[in-house]
């Protein structure tokens, strides 16, 4: 892609989204984003997922769309409400948008829809790429589903991918921030027996790569994003706690997890783990900027 085609973005105003839309401006795209008010500027589109309504005619003219608009699973307990938000954010807005881009006279060529590694379940210490098998679980089945809401956009001929993003560390927000507040305490440790993967990826190489997928016309479907190299969660503390320069020697045990978060949220995104390779990213020559963590990390901190 080149030139000054128009990108449209959901979740622009979510911490990858915040720089994704920028990254975009830079790279010669005009952007619009899509907003759940009454737009202010004509770079806003009008939608609501939950009322399943959209302003399709402001869809016309696009080159192609990134969609990353959903429930922060991280943000409070799996109450049944919570998981049905978390469920129905991701499956109807993507079944409502697959749909009104599909039914455009000139669909965009490119949707790049976000998914997660959730896909494969707590996968334990065997490397796994894009080809491993749905895994089990609540955030499994979302995930399958989120990408099967796509499907209506892939039948009319769209390039859809699916970028599996994994544990995005940034400099302001997401996973690191929770994180790094009780290791500057002097409270940090591993969690449970510290032995699950984490497999993760700095912010700027996860905007990088959904660029990268928006403009490579040979990737599909499922792409993992994540670093070429996961860690354990207990390498991944020790290597934070040497980071921030404090001691890393409180773990959490899992008991305290499972009664903090609840059972079921505890087990699929704290205890649980996989150790997610990307295989297609590689193998399509892309180059990240973060390959190994503690570098990442004094990078962002």
Known sequence: MAGREKIAVTGAS???????VPALGRRGFD????????????DEIRWDPAAGTIDAEGLRGLAGVIHLAGENVASGRWTETKKARIRGSRVRGTALLASALAELPHPPRVMVSASAIGYYGASGDQPIDEAAPQGS?????????????????RDAGIRVVHPRIGVVLAADGGALAKMKLPFLFGLGGHLGDGRQYMSWITLEDLVSALIFALEHHSLQGPVNVVSPTPISNAD????????????????????????????????EMLIGGARVIPALLHGHGFRWKHTTLEPALRSLL
Not at 137 to 153: D, P, R, S
Not at 240 to 254: G, H, Q, S, T
Request: with cysteine.
């Open 14 to 20: 979510g911490l990858v989204g915040r720089e994704l």
């Open 31 to 42: 952007v619009l984003r899509l907003v759940r008010r009454a737009p202010r500027t004509n």
């Open 137 to 153: 679980g609540f955030l499994a089945t979302v995930c399958g589903q989120w990408e099967g809401a796509a499907q209506v956009a």
């Open 236 to 267: 991944f503390t020790a290597t934070l706690a040497r980071v921030l320069k404090r001691p890393a020697i409180f773990p959490v045990p899992k008991l305290a997890l499972r009664l903090g978060a609840g059972s079921e949220m505890a087990n």
